[in-house]
């Protein structure tokens, strides 16, 4: 027996049913066309909310590890991290000349103070402390001028390199490089400007920061503070490892007895996504339960749609079975029918979702609806189309010839 | 097996129907009915055989066993020297696919496929490729005489030449038996006459033909009237028809 032949046939039969009640297949598609357009534009949009957070926390850089006194989302209370000890221009020191499979990092402060330049004032700037290996640690990019160098870093120049925001607020029409700003009372120099970062998790802007020396922060504003010592990993594979070196030459140098848990945090950018997760994964599975209901709806309605079809195909069930159809083959006519309806509905589903995520994109968040819901939704309509039409197809398979001839 | 025979169909081996003392039983509720008590019979190949009874005599049940659509309660039937009464339901399907060509009162044609595609249908079965399929159900179109209506749906033909389609469909997949129930009982008398025709052309070139009445005129066309009464067989004689023909043949 030739299984092709058969499954034309079968999707012969499904066409003719089909076009044959054109009224009763467009509503029964139209479940499943709801259902599908649904589930895939749900799915879109949390694609367009996980871009979004990504891109948010993308400054805090995925190859990039923070030794700092406090951890991240951690669960202690704030007077347990604020009384461990301070992590010091030393132990970066001694984790700078040990670590191995670090390719380079920088110590940072930092503290909020008041910027001008002549008479424009700009209140609560974030002024960060550190060395020339900032820019390579983090990746960033000049918009004009240059990164302050190691013997500026380690000389305590007063030069400074300021954000976007900076450069907009002080130097709108002309060349910040050269010019002289207060930060709090010290003046200092304008070397260059960091091209736009954004914000992180649309919460700080990264724009509104100045950039000086370490040394020169120590001097003038006090050097009893905890560092952030922050780390870029030789190789993002491997960035487990240097955790795994980094910690042990962190307890090495801060001299955390054998047994004792670490005085120290390292932090990384996973704890940003793990937080996220917990916080939107209950979301997302509800509504992607939500909107598969509307699925289900539409696939009952298909059963009950085939149920019917069955129903007034008895006597046709009948002759086919007289000819020499097996059960098998019935069951596939009425399940391929089933799929078929199912398939259309969910094509459509996805030519009408696709534009509308091109508006999401445009309008609302940016998104892209990404190839694998265009193959789930195409899975998930058959899956729908094979189990609304299964016990139909089945009830039509078992059916008695003699008995279903003789219906009328 | 052969001691369980009643005797009279004991060189069954060599019919190409033998029915050996068969029933079939009917419950319904609290009552059961035997719709045949015991039937035992033989049919050759080439035979045109008329089952005649009235309503309620078993003999549709026994076209239904014959045709191998439905299975008996008890006894055995063998067709082409194959045990059917032991078959389940896709062997079955197979069987009334390659070995038997149904022609029914009400034609039971697919109404929404044409002609040529209703005739072609059992070769899907049987897992034909396009082209051959479409080349054997012309052909039993034209030896029915519908060569200018194979792309006609039934409800653009009359009732005589959807009973032409009916035994074109029944004979393209050269069955061992074809099995008419009432073939003109939807039919006018004239029309009915054409078919019985054909039928008889049919056997003569050689098919085995089975058909179930409860008209005698329409029996007399063929050779052989077994007569079922009750669930049992009231008589198995010769038709006017099979006396002259075994004459011809003897003489």
Same mark, same amino acid.
Request: hydrophobic letters at 40%.
């Given at each position: ?40 534009? &749900? ?16 400054? =805090? ?59 424009? =004032? ?67 120099? =304008? ?64 001299? #955390? ?81 089933? =799929? ?10 996805? &030519? ?22 265009? #193959? ?33 | ?70 299975? %008996? ?37 697919? %109404? ?9 249908? %059992? ?59 009432? %073939? ?68």
């Amino acid at each position: 027996m030739n299984f092709w032949i058969e499954i034309k046939e079968n999707f012969a039969i499904a066409y003719k049913a089909i076009t044959a009640n054109k009224m009763r297949s467009f509503l029964a598609t139209l479940g499943i066309v709801i259902g599908v357009t649904s589930v895939t534009l &749900m799915q879109t949009a949390i694609e367009g909310i996980n871009r979004a957070f990504e891109k948010s926390i993308s400054a =805090v850089g995925a190859d990039v590890l923070y030794v700092q006194k406090f951890e991240w989302f951690g669960k202690e209370d704030f007077d347990f991290y604020r009384n461990r000890k301070d992590i010091t221009m030393a132990q970066y020191d001694y984790l700078s000349n040990n670590a191995q499979t670090a390719a380079v990092m920088c110590p940072t402060t930092g503290t909020g103070k008041t910027l001008k330049y002549k008479d424009l =004032v700009l209140e609560n700037v974030f002024v960060v402390g550190t060395t020339y290996e900032y820019q390579e640690t983090f990746g960033l990019n000049m918009e004009e001028g240059r990164f302050f160098t190691a013997s500026e870093s380690e000389g305590a120049y007063p030069v400074c390199v300021i954000g976007m925001d900076i450069k907009k607020a002080f130097f709108e029409n002309q060349d910040p490089l050269g010019k002289t700003i207060k930060i709090g009372t010290y003046s200092f120099r =304008v070397i260059g400007v960091i091209e736009k970062q954004g914000s992180l998790l649309g919460l700080f802007s990264l724009d509104n920061r100045v950039i000086i020396p370490i040394e020169r922060f120590f001097n003038l504003f006090g050097g009893k503070r905890s560092l952030s010592i922050n780390i870029k990993a030789a190789d993002i594979n491997n960035l487990d490892e240097t955790k795994e070196e980094v910690r042990s030459i962190m307890r090495k140098a801060r001299k #955390v007895d054998y047994g004792e848990r670490d005085d120290f945090g390292i932090n990384q950018q996973e704890a940003f996504k793990t937080t996220y997760e917990s916080l939107t994964g209950l979301i997302k599975i509800i509504g992607t339960l939500i909107t598969s209901l509307s699925l289900i709806v539409g696939s009952v309605g298909i059963a009950n749609i085939m149920f019917v079809s069955v129903k007034e195909r008895t006597k046709e069930i009948g002759i086919r079975k007289a000819i020499g159809a097996k059960r098998s083959t019935i069951m596939y006519q009425f399940l391929i029918e089933s =799929v078929a309806i199912c398939l259309l509905g969910g094509l459509i589903g996805i &030519m009408i979702s696709f534009p509308i995520s091109l508006i999401i994109d445009a309008y609302v968040l940016p998104t892209a609806m990404p190839l694998w819901v265009i #193959v789930l939704g195409i899975f998930v309509s058959l899956l729908f189309g094979v189990m609304a039409g299964f016990f139909p197809a089945f009830s039509a398979s078992k059916m008695d010839p003699v008995e279903s001839l003789r219906y009328e | 097996m052969m001691s369980n025979s009643n005797g009279s169909n004991s060189e069954s081996a060599t019919h190409l129907i033998t029915v050996r003392n068969v029933t079939k039983l009917y419950v319904m509720g609290s009552e059961e009915l035997y719709a045949l008590k015991g039937i035992s019979l033989g049919i050759e190949k080439n035979e045109y055989v008329a089952i005649m009874g009235p309503s309620g005599s078993g003999k549709s049940t026994l076209m239904n066993i014959l045709g191998c659509l439905d299975t %008996p309660t008890s006894g055995d039937y063998f067709l082409n020297g194959k045990n059917v009464s032991e078959m389940d339901d896709d062997e079955l399907a197979e069987i009334r696919n390659r070995e038997i060509g149904f022609v029914f009162q009400t034609f039971n044609l697919l %109404p929404r496929s044409n002609a040529l595609h209703n005739v072609e249908l %059992p070769l899907v079965y049987s897992g034909m490729h396009k082209s051959d399929r479409l080349e054997r159900a012309e052909q039993a179109l034209i030896d029915v005489g519908l060569q200018d209506r194979m792309k006609h749906k039934p409800n653009e033909l009359s009732g005589g030449q959807r009973q032409r389609v009916a035994i074109a469909r029944a004979l393209v997949n050269n069955p061992s038996i074809i099995l008419a129930d009432e %073939p003109t009982g939807n039919l006018d008398t004239r029309t009915g006459q054409e078919i019985m025709q054909l039928l008889e052309e049919l056997n003569l070139q050689g098919n085995t033909i089975i058909i179930v009445t409860h008209e005698e005129d329409i029996a007399q066309h063929a050779r052989r009237i077994v007569k079922i009464r009750d669930g049992d067989i009231e008589d198995d004689y010769l038709s006017k028809r099979g006396k002259e023909f075994q004459n011809a043949k003897t003489q």
